[in-house]
């Protein structure tokens, strides 16, 4: 697949106007606590990403991915907030601020990818509940890739298996490291931790910040949580 149908792709995952608070709804709690198990979150604060694409570097380092190829992206997304004027140049869509947004796999707490991979290859890890890979057991279907609302998983061409972010369970959460990407990150756009455990900075973060899900009405129960810029007086 070329970048540039790829990144269209990414595009449609994001969706017009994407990172807009109303329409996507705020939510400060997690929905889905179960005190039992760990429920391993991100959260990307829009208002800190400068775009440095250093998250993307650390990712194709970290897990071994081609030449170029990362599990995440960011994208630009021009200045304003859709439907509203722009106080620099009174357009509503514009270059006047920058602002970026991740783009990556959310992993699903029910995830799509797993429920139709007919191998069992997408699963869910039993000690951690993150959406990985068996890579031995993909038979290179693309039906996880038709599957997933996102489209977040791709084709890894040196090994022919599907593949997402599974938030370095195995390059870095394994060896009790962060994520790469999080690690990485010189502007603490990046938050990982544990939603089910009170005492983390994420549970504490969540509790204080207004944080959105992508997509959530399709029952994903995305564990991705975006901060999104909220302009004052907005
Ligand atoms: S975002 Fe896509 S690849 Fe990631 S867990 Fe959800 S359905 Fe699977
Ligand atoms: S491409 Fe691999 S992971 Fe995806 S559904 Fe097919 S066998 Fe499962
Ligand atoms: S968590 Fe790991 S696999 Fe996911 S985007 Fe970050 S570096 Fe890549």
Redesign the pocket.
Known sequence: MSENLERRRFLKFLGAGSLIVAPLGCSSVDEDKNSNQPHYIMVFDQNKCVGCGDCKVACNQANNLPEGKSRVMMEQQSGGVEGQVCPQCGKTSCECERKYVRVS????QN????TVCPTGA?HRDAKTGI?TMDKAKCAGCKY?IA????D??YINKETDVAD?CDFCLESKLAKGELPACVQSCRYDALIFGDANDPTSYVNKLLAVKDSVRIKSHFG?Q?SLRYIPIVKQGV
């Open positions: 796999c959310q992993q699903c995830a799509p990818c797993v997408a959406v996880c599957a997933c609302p996102y977040a998983r997402n994903t995305p």
